[in-house]
């Protein structure tokens, strides 16, 4: 048997893809560049080349799990996890480590954000198998760390250390999204990575972190049964009283014995509507649409994404411009503009029964 899993972190609402990501349906489960598969089911794809199916679990919110089960259905319905609650990545990832512990002692976990792009799957899976290997020989808590190609203020970024071996570096520092002049400075430096949120650790290794870093959540977890019939009530007790924290300000920024491994994947997280336009397929003028039906005038540099594929748009003298319409609202703003959209969402609901069109 394998010692090697997988948990697919699928819980996020993806409010920056409104009006297509919606509390309902949230960005993972849908097909956003138009591949024919959801996001996650692509995630799902590239892991089962090296992780045994039975070893792939997916945590997400309660709401989710049936549409999780829809959508993979060769994963067996006990490895869906579903959070009562939202509590940011560390405590989900306890929650998981702890259950896989109690399965499998030795296991190696590689932990996956349900709706990232990876372009060089073949590259992905040698740097996991890297560090699976890794992580079953030393106590050691991985991360993946992506080749900055520009000073983006919207990533986590990865400060290493220069050693011996080209494979993977002892992290330094990590800093949480800096400003575009910090950013400028980390590029120039040329030791920095994106941080791609794509963890790889022994479950002896991660949950000795949480003893030592967060140990009132590791207190937390030790009252459940795992894999028992009373976890699930169990885990509703205890989620209530758990820190919102994410794993890289809990774990990650404080331990001493964090590697990097440098990935060019051709990765994105398509975090923003402007994201999705530049990985999408584009045609004459830079205008990227999802339907035959379109004809534009002095327009270039356009995202436009209908639920209708079969409704006829015309569109004049629009330059760079996010067009998203589904059945129950239609969003029409500068690319620029792409992370106000959570504002927008925010405002929307303050309207008289603006939480129907989320």
């Known amino acids: 048997m394998s010692n090697n899993y997988c948990v697919i972190m699928a819980g996020g609402i993806g409010s920056r893809f409104w009006p297509m990501s919606t509390q309902k349906y949230p960005k993972q489960f849908q097909d956003i560049l138009g591949t024919g598969r959801t996001m996650i089911q692509q995630t799902y794809d590239r892991i089962k080349k090296i992780v045994p199916v039975e070893n792939i679990y997916v945590i997400t919110n309660k709401e989710y799990i049936s549409l999780t089960a829809e959508q993979l259905p060769e994963i067996n319905p006990e490895n869906i996890v579903g959070e009562p609650m939202m509590k940011n990545t560390a405590a989900c990832n306890i929650y998981m480590a702890k259950k896989i512990a109690d399965k499998d002692a030795d296991a190696n976990i590689i932990v996956l954000p349900a709706d990232h792009l990876i372009l060089k799957e073949e590259t992905f899976l040698q740097k996991v198998e890297l560090a699976f290997s890794l992580a079953e020989e030393n106590d050691y808590l991985i991360t993946l760390g992506i080749n900055p190609t520009r000073?983006?203020?919207?990533y986590g970024y990865i400060q290493f250390v220069e050693n011996n071996n080209s494979d993977y570096f002892k992290?330094?520092?990590f800093t949480?999204?800096?400003?575009?002049?910090i950013a400028k400075t980390f590029l120039e430096s040329g030791d920095f990575l994106w941080n791609a949120g794509i963890f790889v650790w022994n479950v002896k290794s991660i949950l000795s972190a949480f003893d030592r870093y967060l140990p009132e959540m590791t207190q937390n977890f030790e009252s459940c049964e795992y894999n028992s019939k009373d976890e699930e009530r169990c885990i509703d007790l205890i989620y209530p009283k758990v820190n919102k924290v994410s794993i890289d300000n809990g774990?990650?920024?404080?331990?001493?014995?964090?590697?990097?491994?440098?990935a060019d994947l051709g990765w994105s997280d398509l975090g923003t509507w402007t994201s999705i336009y530049e990985n999408a397929e584009k045609g004459e003028h830079e205008n990227s649409v999802n339907t035959k039906h379109v004809v534009t005038?002095?327009?270039k540099g356009n995202l436009i994404k209908l639920k209708n594929v079969n409704k006829a748009v015309v569109i004049d003298g629009l330059e760079n411009f996010i067009v998203v319409d589904t059945e129950k609202a239609l969003l029409i703003c500068p690319r620029?503009?792409?992370?106000?959209?959570?504002?927008?969402?925010?405002d929307l609901k303050t309207l008289k029964k603006g939480e129907k069109f989320m």
Do not use: C, R
């Not at 000073?151 to 919207?154: F, I, K, L, N, S």
């Not at 949480?176 to 002049?181: A, H, Q, Y």
């Not at 774990?251 to 440098?262: D, G």
């Open 251 to 262: 774990i990650l920024e404080k331990a001493k014995n964090v590697y990097v491994i440098p």
């Open 171 to 173: 992290v330094k520092t």
């Open 151 to 154: 000073p983006d203020t919207g």
């Open 336 to 346: 620029e503009n792409d992370q106000l959209i959570k504002d927008y969402v925010h």
């Open 176 to 181: 949480e999204k800096p400003d575009l002049e």
């Open 297 to 299: 005038y002095n327009s």
